[in-house]
T-cell receptor, first 116, second 113 residues
Framework: AQKVTQAQTEISVVEKEDVTLDCVYETRDTTYYLFWYKQPPSGELVFLIRRNSFDEQNEISGRYSWNFQKSTSSFNFTITASQVVDSAVYFC?????????????FGTGTRLTVIP | NAGVTQTPKFRILKIGQSMTLQCTQDMNHNYMYWYRQDPGMGLKLIYYSVGAGITDKGEVPNGYNVSRSTTEDFPLRLELAAPSQTSVYFCASCPLAGMREQYFGPGTRLTVT
């Protein structure tokens, strides 16, 4: 069965603090992809990153970084020096052959509020 | 490219009414999807299509129908609207290659009263 758990429902940080959003996934498949999407207050879904199950290298993109650890089935997302514009709901999602439709299986999201 | 477009942006329906949510993509993607997002929840798959003329059910298909007569368009039909269908609906598309990122439309906020 597919499952994505984002245990942190809401997080508040003060601007310039670092923050890590947790994502734990479950799948029986050996080939899968993990994603992070951002949903700002305007409501659209913005793609942030895709990572396949064979690539455990961490990735950094500006203030964003991602830590993928297969041993703990986690794909955590860190924002360094947070800014007010980072305030949004962040979704972790899983795609594997088990889903059949090539659809994304989403976690429930983490609402991040960055306080100026 | 406009990407994925959805109309309308907002709609209020009375119980028992019907409506069609429109979705169009101009990226020549074969895969298209309809998701719904309930408050405080992630997105759940309603229906999907792997190409023109081919559709299949997702996780929560009851109360909905779809069709895919062209590569570009993937409308979602609600028959006999119910309050449980109050949600935000997202259409998405994806290239043929497997497990690629999906591109989402801006969403349609539907309220059934």
């Amino acid at each position: 069965a597919q499952k994505v758990t984002q245990a942190q429902t809401e997080i508040s940080v003060v601007e310039k603090e670092d923050v890590t959003l947790d994502c734990v996934y479950e799948t029986r498949d050996t080939t899968y992809y993990l994603f992070w999407y951002k949903q700002p207050p305007s409501g659209e879904l913005v793609f942030l990153i895709r990572r396949n199950s064979f690539d455990e290298q961490n990735e950094i993109s500006g203030r964003y970084s991602w830590n993928f650890q297969k041993s703990t089935s986690s794909f955590n997302f860190t924002i360094t020096a947070s800014q007010v514009v980072d305030s949004a709901v962040y979704f972790c999602a899983l795609n594997s052959r088990q889903t059949g439709a090539n659809n994304l299986f989403f976690g429930t999201g983490t609402r991040l509020t960055v306080i100026p | 490219n406009a990407g994925v477009t959805q109309t309308p942006k907002f709609r209020i329906l009375k119980i028992g009414q019907s409506m069609t949510l429109q979705c169009t993509q101009d990226m020549n993607h074969n895969y298209m999807y309809w998701y719904r997002q309930d408050p405080g929840m992630g997105l759940k798959l309603i229906y999907y299509s792997v190409g023109a003329g081919i559709t299949d059910k997702g996780e929560v298909p009851n109360g909905y129908n779809v069709s895919r007569s062209t590569t570009e368009d993937f409308p979602l039909r609600l028959e006999l609207a119910a309050p449980s269908q109050t949600s935000v609906y997202f259409c998405a598309s994806c290239p043929l290659a497997g497990m690629r990122e999906q591109y989402f439309g801006p969403g349609t906020r539907l309220t059934v009263t």
